[in-house]
T-cell receptor
Framework: TQLLEQSPQFLSIQEGENLTVYCNSS?????LQWYRQEPGEGPVLLVT?????EVKKLKRLTFQFGDARKDSSLHITAAQTGDTGLYLC????????FGAGTTVTVRA | SAVISQKPSRDICQRGTSLTIQCQVD?????MFWYRQQPGQSLTLIAT?????????ESGFVIDKFPISRPNLTFSTLTVSNMSPEDSSIYLC?????????????FGSGTRLTVV
């Protein structure tokens, strides 16, 4: 049973546009993490959110954690071709449980 | 964060054979994790490997099919046994940041396995 649901599954946008990826959990984890994975590589951590209502910014990326600590979003402003990749949310307890992932393609 | 060397990076194997994947970490870690990722899809945890004890397998994965060794705190192997085309996938190892899980996990680059 998939504990974390991500949407959309695929996203293709033009360079310069904005995008948002959503992650919804059926349970509460100790924290939630976002990773980005490029072809031929393992996932790389972008951010960890712990506190309900938390907002974190990483350059053009903004991460929000819902008050109930069950939903999260990743917003990219003015996307660049280098943002292309598979974005994964993961619930973190003593191990990671991954969502299905969102494949983002940014066209030049 | 830790640096993981995983090999082989890819292999094409005949059905019925076995492949052993190796992961070497540049620091001592208590737990190592093995994942399977089908192309374009998410990661599914196969098992958690602790040094000095048997690996803990997730639902749907068994030791006879995916035996794991963990001889020391920097090395682990995963064997995919008696392979079939359904085992074609990417296999990744991972370790937790020693500062704590909230600092994230580091992953190897993966082994892309094709079974023919």
């Amino acid at each position: 049973t998939q504990l974390l649901e991500q949407s959309p599954q695929f996203l293709s946008i033009q360079e310069g546009e904005n995008l948002t990826v959503y992650c919804n959990s059926s349970s509460v984890f100790s924290s939630l993490q976002w990773y980005r994975q490029e072809p031929g590589e393992g996932p790389v951590l972008l951010v960890t959110v712990v506190t309900g209502g938390e907002v974190k910014k990483l350059k053009r990326l903004t991460f929000q954690f819902g008050d109930a600590r069950k939903d999260s979003s990743l917003h990219i402003t003015a996307a660049q071709t280098g943002d292309t990749g598979l974005y994964l949310c993961a619930g973190n307890d003593y191990k990671l449980s991954f969502g299905a992932g969102t494949t983002v393609t940014v066209r030049a | 964060s830790a640096v993981i060397s995983q090999k082989p990076s890819r292999d094409i194997c005949q059905r019925g054979t076995s492949l052993t994947i190796q992961c070497q970490v540049d620091s001592q870690v208590t737990m190592m994790f093995w994942y399977r990722q089908q192309p374009g899809q998410s990661l599914t945890l196969i098992a958690t490997a602790n040094q000095g004890s048997e690996a803990t397998y997730e639902s749907g994965f068994v030791i006879d099919k995916f035996p794991i060794s963990r001889p020391n705190l920097t090395f682990s192997t995963l064997t995919v046994s008696n392979m079939s085309p359904e085992d074609s996938s990417i296999y990744l190892c991972s370790v937790r940041d020693p500062r704590g899980s909230n600092y994230g996990y580091t992953f190897g680059s993966g082994t892309r396995l094709t079974v023919v």
